[in-house]
């Protein structure tokens, strides 16, 4: 779903990524981990095309990530500190990425439609978005899951976590009278609102409360379970043990080790992911002093 | 996709109470100064001092925080389809245009309801102009600060400093040089280096509109060509065009190229 | 004896008369003087009908009457003589060599290509229906030598730039008591010339000159050696001295509009005793100058928009007790600029938006600045000495004052000093007025007005009004 190969990029003298080789695979959950300012941020912004690396290429579902914008149309990004305009309500806040989405949709099918079919992947697309358009108020698919493929949905978005987050009662609220908890909230429908087929979410959790989220969390696993491939970082070990299949870790701009945790949990013979991380990385002596950061 | 993101920009600001405030500030003022001073010029003249040192710094200042405070947004909104160069013009014109609208409105409604003389009204309306100018002119700087310097301390403070920098330094830098060199003909120069600085400008402009009298007395063949004739006001104005399009376009293009 | 009968009876008219327009006492002296030698020989400098009489006199007595009845139009004795395509003359020279003394000339409309046209006898021309002079560029229009003549109603053209004459269109030489009025003069070089011509009167006439240079160009009114002249209501635009005046004595100018006139508006050399009022100057090249005389004063007019780096509303040189109140002075690089005057009053008066309200040299003392409004000028007052001021700056109204009045008798108690550094450091440095308004010459002024080191101490005025003097 995503190939990143040879990324490099130096914040001045800092190397911040080097020569970074990683491939996300779709329909599943991986997570990216590693201490403060191995570069976990940079990678996922490089993905994003927040960071304009210095070399290397990213592909997202085979379009190169270079200044093109359409091919976020896919990704759904929730941050860990979400800000939107203070004195809009949520509901604005909503409306106007919607709004946003559908100018993007409607401009950029407009010039994809003129070029040539050499690009299929940007096509079918813009088609599907089309498509969805065309038909809007469908009832909402529930589409069974299928390997690596979200199935084609009608375009409506998705508010399933709005209602169970209960959102209603705080739509006409300014974001800036929010509390943290519900602005992660707001930012969490956000990401899920269009059905992405790539999903980023950073520290997703963090400050939320418990009931909130089991939503969230049972919210990634039905995506992961209808194809989305989720890209999660989190400080919080059994969180990433409960969710991902795939470990990805940074170590000083690094790739450090890629496993899936499975095979992490049973190289190391530890019970959980935490304990298993400690291990591989008491391996190595010039880094232990760096373990207890790493969480 | 840029007037999606003014919409909603434009929403946000204008329900925000420092804009509120930054409208009744000149609109108080303005109206105050009409209850004492009388005539709509006299008012235009007094708010000329005002317009020169508030503005100037209460755009850069505003545009900074602004920027500093929207950063996670933009974030957002990249991860979005959104092409930089939409966003930026979206932000941009979404804090540059209220403040344009706040000062104008402000300073312009009391004149309205003063019935103010067609002279007073050339005058208010060529003080309009020029803190339009000013204010588009420093929230460009400011976007250009908080684009390049992602220490928002590092930024506010230097956005401070070049503020100082162009209402006092410079003239102070001036001064010095006409006194150093006072046996050169200086007249050029002076007048180069006042058109290199947009407080300058702007205040040039204005002296223009409201101490042509004073101006007069300048003796020399240079000074009389450029405050005499339309000369100085066609060469200021379009000066302050080419110092808009400066930090526009820097900004514009620090903001293509920016790690988020 | 009978002679000095005569005298006495003239007198008592012209007395009145005297006392009315200037109240001087010092020619009550000379006027009771029974020697008639006494009065000619003064009459170049004594009041107006004083002279006139003096001069009736030696014609014939009955005449008296005949020189204070011109304004209706024609003499009781005179014949009228028409010119005009009808009347009896078709050019006025012709009428003009006809006339006898105290006849009127009826110019009817129509234009006239003469030039060079003289006037020895008392005569009264009048146009009807302004007919036209055009003089063609080929000298001057009208020449008068003879007494009490009256001219009006008529339009003078195109009197040519001369380098070696003075080409006016209506000229009096040696000829006094005459009037001027209501007549319209175009493109000429002087408009109305008046040379050793005393009494004069000169009202309502329109002068228009298009010259650009001050070289080819010549004053629109020129006295000189004139006294007792009224030049009033005139509209005078475009000339190189609107109104000139040179040795002339307790002459009158009111009412006059005096506009875009090359050098000044008004400029006035060793003329003592004169009084102008109600006169509006505005866009002279260099406003009204008033210089080398006594007694002036200067009342109700407007001087607006006088600009130029030598340019004032009213330059002062060499004047001394003199008043200047009342008037108006507006939108000028330059207010006042007193230079080696003494002694002047300058009160009630208002300085609104010039670059200097009053620019005072240290060559003037005991002048008296009273009771004006200062609002809106780039600077007040500023002087070239930093030394002890000699002059008396006192109760005026600043506006840019910041005191307080916490007696409330009007006046602040703080006092207030007029003169700011910035005004100093320009005039030193001309060129340092580009940073006029800017924040940095804002700080430098506060500075000073906090701690005055550089400023004139005594240039102060220590009772600065709280509110401006109605006016």
């Known amino acids: 779903m995503i190939q990143v190969s040879k990324l490099n990029k130096n914040y001045g003298t800092v190397q911040a990524l080097s020569s970074v080789d990683v491939e996300i695979e779709p329909g599943r959950i991986t ?44 990704i759904g990004y929730m ?65 069974k899951p299928a390997e690596g493929q979200v199935p084609a949905h009608d375009g409506s978005p998705d508010l399933e976590i709005w209602e169970r987050f209960g959102l209603d009662s705080e739509k006409d609220k300014a974001f800036r009278t929010l509390s943290g908890g519900n602005r992660q909230k707001v930012s969490a429908v956000l990401a899920f609102l269009f059905r992405p087929r790539v999903l980023f979410l950073d520290e997703p959790t963090t400050g939320l409360d418990p009931v909130s989220s089991s939503i969230l969390k049972d919210k990634i696993l039905a995506e992961r379970d209808r194809g989305t491939t989720i890209v999660l970082t989190s400080h919080i070990m059994s969180e990433v043990q409960e969710l991902a299949e795939q470990v990805v870790y940074l170590l000083e701009g690094e790739i450090y080790f890629e496993r899936t945790v499975a095979e992490l949990l049973e190289e190391t013979g530890q019970s959980t992911l935490e304990r298993a991380i400690a291990v591989k990385l008491g391996r190595q002596p010039k880094v232990t002093a760096e373990t207890g950061a790493t969480s | ?36 001073g009388g005539d709509g010029l006299r008012v235009a003249t007094s708010m000329m001092n005002i317009v020169l040192i508030v503005i100037p710094l209460s755009s850069i200042i505003l545009g900074a925080f602004y920027l ?91 956005a401070l400093v070049i503020c100082l920098f162009f209402t006092i330094i410079y003239d102070g830098i001036i001064l010095f040089v006409i006194y150093m060199f006072s046996s050169y003909p200086l007249e050029k120069p002076v007048l180069v280096m006042s058109l290199l600085n947009p407080i300058d400008l702007g205040r040039i402009l204005l002296l223009l509109q409201f101490d042509i009298s004073a101006l007069m007395g300048l003796t020399g063949a240079v000074f009389r060509e450029f405050f005499g004739t339309p000369l100085g006001m066609t060469v200021s104005v379009a000066s302050l065009l080419i110092w808009l399009t400066v930090p526009v376009t820097a900004g514009f293009r620090r903001f293509l190229v920016k790690d988020f | ?15 009145l008369a005297a006392f009315v327009a200037g109240g001087m006492p010092a020619y009550a002296t000379h006027g009771l003087s029974p020697h008639s030698e006494i009065i000619s020989k003064n009459s170049e400098s004594i009041s107006e009908s004083a002279a006139e009489i003096t001069e009736a006199n030696v014609l014939s007595s009955p005449m008296l009457d005949e020189g204070n009845s011109i304004g209706n139009g024609s003499g009781d004795s005179g014949r009228s003589l028409t010119v005009g395509q009808r009347g009896e003359f078709t050019r006025i020279a012709d009428a003009l060599s006809a006339a006898a003394y105290g006849d009127t000339i009826r110019i009817e409309a129509g234009v006239y290509r003469e030039y060079e046209l003289l006037v020895d006898r008392q005569v009264t021309i009048l146009g009807i229906g302004r ?83 001050e070289a080819v160009s010549a004053n629109g009114i020129h006295l000189w050696n004139s006294n007792n002249a009224v ?89 001394t007790d003199s008043e200047i109140f009342e008037n108006e002075f507006s939108g000028n690089t330059i207010g006042i600029r007193s230079e080696g005057s003494d002694r002047v009053k300058k009160y009630r008066n208002s300085f609104i938006r010039n670059g200097w309200a009053i620019r005072i040299m240290a060559s003037s003392m005991d002048n008296h600045i009273t009771e004006n409004n200062f609002i809106d000028n780039a600077f007040d007052v500023s002087t070239n000495s930093r030394r002890h001021s000699r002059n008396n700056f006192e109760g005026n109204y600043w506006d840019k004052y910041s005191g307080y009045d916490l007696n409330g008798d009007g006046f602040g108690d703080v006092p207030y000093r007029p003169v700011r550094l910035f005004s100093l450091i320009v005039e030193r440095n001309p060129m340092a007025l580009m940073l006029l308004r800017s924040m940095f010459v804002q700080i430098l002024d506060l500075t000073e007005r906090v701690m005055p080191t550089i400023t004139p101490e005594t240039l102060v005025d220590e009772k600065p009004l709280m509110r401006k003097v109605a006016l």
Request: aromatic share 10%.
């Open chain 2, 1 to 36: 996709m840029i007037l999606k993101i003014l919409k909603y920009q434009l929403r946000d600001v204008f329900r925000s109470r420092w804009i509120i405030a930054y409208v009744l500030f000149f609109l108080v003022l303005t109206d105050v100064l009409f209850r004492f």
């Open chain 3, 131 to 213: 007919p036209v002079i055009d003089v063609e560029h080929r000298g001057e229009g009208i020449r008068i030598t003879a007494e009490n003549v009256h001219v009006e109603g008529l339009e003078i053209r195109n009197v040519p730039t001369s380098h070696s004459r003075d080409h006016a269109a209506i000229r009096f030489d040696r000829a006094s008591g005459g009037k001027v009025i209501d007549n319209v003069l175009d493109d000429t070089f002087f408009g109305i010339y008046l040379a050793r011509a005393h009494d004069m009167e000169i009202r309502g006439n329109r002068l228009r000159a298009y010259h650009d240079r």
């Open chain 2, 68 to 158: 500093y405070n929207a950063r996670e947004y933009m974030e957002l909104l990249l991860c979005h389809p959104v092409k930089r160069h939409q966003l930026f013009w979206g932000m941009f014109l979404g804090l540059a245009l209220p403040l344009v609208a706040a000062f104008a409105g402000g300073v312009m409604l009391p004149y309205l309801y003063n019935a103010a003389s067609a002279e007073a009204w050339q005058s208010a309306l060529m003080l309009v102009f020029t803190g339009s100018m000013l204010t588009v002119i420093f929230v460009a700087l400011a976007y250009y600060l908080a684009l390049r310097f992602d220490d928002r301390i590092k930024g506010l403070g230097l």
């Open chain 1, 79 to 143: 941050p860990q500190l979400a800000r939107y305009p203070e004195n809009l309500t949520v509901t604005e806040i909503v409306d106007m990425i919607r709004d946003i989405r559908k100018s993007a949709s409607t401009s950029e099918g407009r010039s994809a439609s003129t070029r040539t079919d050499s690009h299929n992947s940007k096509n079918r697309t813009a088609d599907k978005f089309h498509a969805g358009e065309k038909s809007a108020g469908r009832p909402e698919n529930n589409g």
């Open chain 3, 231 to 319: 030049i009033a209501d005139n509209e005078i635009i475009g000339h190189r001295d609107g109104i000139y005046l040179e040795y002339v004595q307790e002459s009158s100018i009111t009412g006059n509009k005096v506009a875009e006139n090359i050098r000044y508006g008004l400029h006035f050399m060793f003329s003592d005793d004169c009084v102008y009022r109600d006169n509006r100057f505005e866009k002279n090249g260099a406003g009204v100058a008033v210089m080398y005389s006594r007694r002036v004063k200067m009342k109700h007019n407007l001087f607006v928009n006088n600009w130029g780096a030598s340019s004032y509303g009213l330059l002062l040189k060499e004047i």
């Open chain 1, 31 to 74: 997570a990216v981990l590693g201490p403060n300012g191995a570069g976990k941020t940079t990678l996922i912004k490089s993905i994003l095309g927040l960071v304009k690396p210095d070399s290397g290429v990213i592909t997202v579902d085979g379009i190169r990530v270079n200044g093109e914008s359409r091919y976020r149309e896919m």
């Open chain 3, 1 to 15: 004896m009978h002679c000095k009968c005569n005298i006495s009876l003239g007198m008592i008219p012209a007395l």
